[in-house]
Structures are given as structure tokens and as C-alpha cells.
């Protein structure tokens, strides 16, 4: 069974802190994606990555970073936290494509707030 | 890039009745098709995927539909139970284009069913 974890379910920050959230696959999957949820805007793709020290902008890379130093890990990182970034963050993790499937296992969300 | 459209917003109905959730994505070369359901408070899970050599794909009271014509694919629950009520997410892509099996998600139907 595949198992998705994320470093913290709840995060309450400041203004201008650097924020790490941390993101960890158990199924040696090669994909690796981070989304933000808010209502109304479903889930919209901020960074993916496909490889160890491969990362890829996706819809809304704006104010975010990532890094992806081992296969099972990938962290997203705020560098200045803003107000406009409180939000529900998912991670997911996909099997490669030669397998045939695509579905995308999702961990269970840290929610962050930025006071 | 992929947009993906998806209606209503919120659906609410008696127990035993069908719901029917309907999606729109734009790009012609977008060839899977997936929708995930999110329970209150859980990570969003993968209940249901169609890729674009089928029209249709059923799974016990779960069915998807795609008009690649049209570019809109719709999902069709029937004989509604209360542990239907969730977010449904449809999605598009290509995965085996590009460097991950990226997806575009629609921005969600709270399904409510009733009693």
C-alpha cells in the first residue's frame, strides 16, 4: 500500500519566515508533485519533479521553491512566507510511465497559515 | 496549457438518486482522463479513470464518460448513498508526454446527498 506522508497536518508561521514542508514516498516513485488547495480554485500544481534533483515549474511556481535530494523526499519551501500563501498543500507521488499507470497518491495536507 | 472546467460547484441530492458531475478541458492532446474523490478532512483518492481510446468506463455504481469530439468527459453516480458526499475532482492530461505524468484539475463538486 502506498504511503504518502507530510511533515506536519497543521503549520501557523509569520510573515517573511522561510517555511519548509516536507513530503515523503514509501513506493520508490519517481514523480513527485506539490499542490496548493483553496476553495473554489480546486488544485492547482505549484512545482513536480520526475528524478532525484529534477524539478519542473508548474501552474504557480510564483514565491516557492523546491528540492529533491533523495528519491523518496521532496520539499517545498517558501522563501518569504506571505499572507497570500496560507492555504492547504497536498504532495502526491506517481508510479514512472512505463508502468502504465498514472494515478497520483496524495498525503493527507498541511494546512499553513501565515499570520 | 491545459484548463480544465468542471460543474456545478456544489450538488445536492436524495439518497438514491444520480448525480452527474461535467468536465471540460481545452488542450486536443490531453488523453487521460481521472477523477478523484476527497472526503471531508481526507486526501484526495483516485476512485475512477478513462483514457481516450474508450467513451465510457464503469465501476459498480461509478460511471465516466468522454466525448473527445466535444472535449468534455462526465462523471455519473447512481443510486446515491450518503458516504457519496465528497469533493469530486476530474483531471486531464497526457502522461506520456513530457517529463511526469502531469495533470490539470478542475476546481471541484461538493456533493451532498441527502436523506
Known amino acids: 500500500d502506498v504511503k504518502v506522508t507530510q511533515s506536519s497536518r497543521y503549520l501557523v508561521k509569520r510573515t517573511g519566515e522561510k517555511v519548509f514542508l516536507e513530503c515523503v514516498q514509501d513506493?520508490?516513485?519517481?514523480?513527485m508533485f506539490w499542490y496548493r488547495q483553496d476553495p473554489g480554485l480546486g488544485l492547482r500544481l505549484i512545482y513536480f519533479s520526475y528524478d532525484v534533483k529534477m524539478k519542473e515549474k508548474g501552474d504557480i511556481p510564483e514565491g516557492y521553491s523546491v528540492s529533491r535530494e533523495k528519491k523518496e523526499r521532496f520539499s517545498l519551501i517558501l522563501e518569504s512566507a506571505s499572507t497570500n500563501q496560507t492555504s492547504m498543500y497536498l504532495c502526491?507521488?506517481?508510479?514512472?510511465?512505463?508502468?502504465?499507470?498514472?494515478?497520483?497518491?496524495f498525503g493527507p495536507g498541511t494546512r499553513l497559515t501565515v499570520t | 496549457g491545459e484548463n480544465v472546467e468542471q460543474h456545478p460547484s456544489t450538488l445536492s441530492v436524495q439518497e438514491g438518486d444520480s448525480a452527474v458531475i461535467k468536465c471540460t478541458y481545452s488542450d486536443s492532446a490531453s488523453n487521460y482522463f481521472p477523477w478523484y474523490k476527497q472526503e471531508l478532512g481526507k486526501r484526495p483518492q483516485l476512485i475512477i479513470d478513462i483514457r481516450s481510446n474508450v467513451g465510457e468506463k464503469k465501476d459498480q455504481r461509478i460511471a465516466v464518460t468522454l466525448n473527445k469530439t466535444a472535449k468534455h468527459f462526465s462523471l455519473h453516480i447512481t443510486e446515491t448513498q450518503p458516504e457519496d458526499s465528497a469533493v469530486y475532482f476530474c483531471a486531464a492530461g497526457n502522461p506520456q508526454t513530457g517529463t511526469a505524468s502531469k495533470l490539470t484539475f478542475g476546481t471541484g463538486t461538493r456533493l451532498q446527498v441527502t436523506l
Open positions: 502526491a507521488s506517481s508510479p514512472p510511465r512505463t508502468s502504465g499507470t498514472y494515478e497520483q497518491y
Open positions: 513506493m520508490d516513485h519517481e514523480n
